[in-house]
């Protein structure tokens, strides 16, 4: 291994170095190359489902497929031959997704329809992260994973909240509305209340009298007050996260607000800000 950190030698170290490495200008173009291909097997997958391609160019499809298979096989056991630790590999995320990628299509052979299952190597695309080095904005989804983890009790409240109003307005709907207008059940009324107060509106069940009308309205404009919620929750506790506040110099616990006097984990006196 040079100082760089490269590995070299043997045929086995220097694909190594291009399977797994950006650094060099050979390992970003197989990633690149990688990338390219994973993408237009999957829009092949996608074409194939169209029945009007499917019927005229459903054979040079599949030939593709089997190209696009065979090339991620071998590109598959090059990753386990070149790894010091084949079996960790295998077992780790990215391995378990590039085996999945590859089976579907042996699989459909024993199993008609089973390659359609192969959409599944679009999660191969996280490398993508890898070859444009996003890894440093690692830390900023990190701090937003840790807004969404602080508010997750009143999250988990404001959707009590929602789904004792589904409830609610379902219930009336049902008992305002007639089965002909398409509420038959409580449970279909209730359907119709998510719909309605996420603002979505299928229009396969839509309220005929007056007062079903009028109901509908009012939990259409409620629905713009709810979707704004969870929004301005996870902002607070991401201006939160921003700002951690004054710290203790005693318990180092933080986010007192700047006006605090006291820590309000152990009592002690917060260190005063300095004036302007």
Do not use: N
Request: charged share 15%; net charge neutral; with cysteine.
């Amino acid at each position: 291994m040079t100082a760089s950190g490269h590995r070299e030698g043997s045929l086995r170290d220097r694909l190594h170095t291009v399977i797994f490495g950006t650094e060099t200008p050979a390992g970003r173009m197989f990633d690149v190359v990688l990338l390219w291909a994973i993408v237009v097997s999957v829009l092949l997958v996608m074409l194939e489902s169209v029945q009007e391609v499917r019927e005229h160019y459903g054979v040079w499809l599949r030939y593709a497929e089997w190209g696009f298979t065979a090339l991620f096989t071998v590109e598959y056991l090059l990753r386990l031959w070149v790894v010091d630790r084949p079996v960790r590999y295998a077992r780790s995320f990215f391995g378990l997704i590039d085996l999945l990628s590859i089976l579907p299509t042996y699989l459909a052979i024993l199993l008609p329809g089973a390659q359609s299952f192969m959409v599944i190597r679009t999660l191969r695309l996280l490398r993508v992260f890898r070859v444009l080095k996003l890894v440093r904005y690692i830390s900023e989804a990190g701090m937003l994973g840790r807004a969404l983890a602080a508010s997750r009790r009143k999250i988990l409240v404001f959707l009590l909240a929602v789904i004792s109003l589904v409830i609610v307005f379902g219930t009336l709907m049902y008992l305002i509305e007639t089965p002909e207008a398409g509420f038959t059940s409580i449970p279909r009324s209730i359907y119709w209340a998510i719909v309605t107060l996420t603002t979505v509106g299928y229009g396969d069940i839509a309220p005929q009298t007056w007062l079903g009308q009028f109901m509908a309205a009012i939990i259409m404009i409620l629905g713009y007050a709810i979707i704004a919620v969870p929004t301005g929750i996870v902002s607070a506790e991401m201006a939160r996260a921003e700002d951690p506040g004054v710290e203790c110099l005693v318990c180092h616990a933080t986010g007192h607000s700047h006006d605090s006097r006291f820590c309000r984990k152990c009592g002690a006196e917060l260190p005063a800000l300095p004036e302007d």
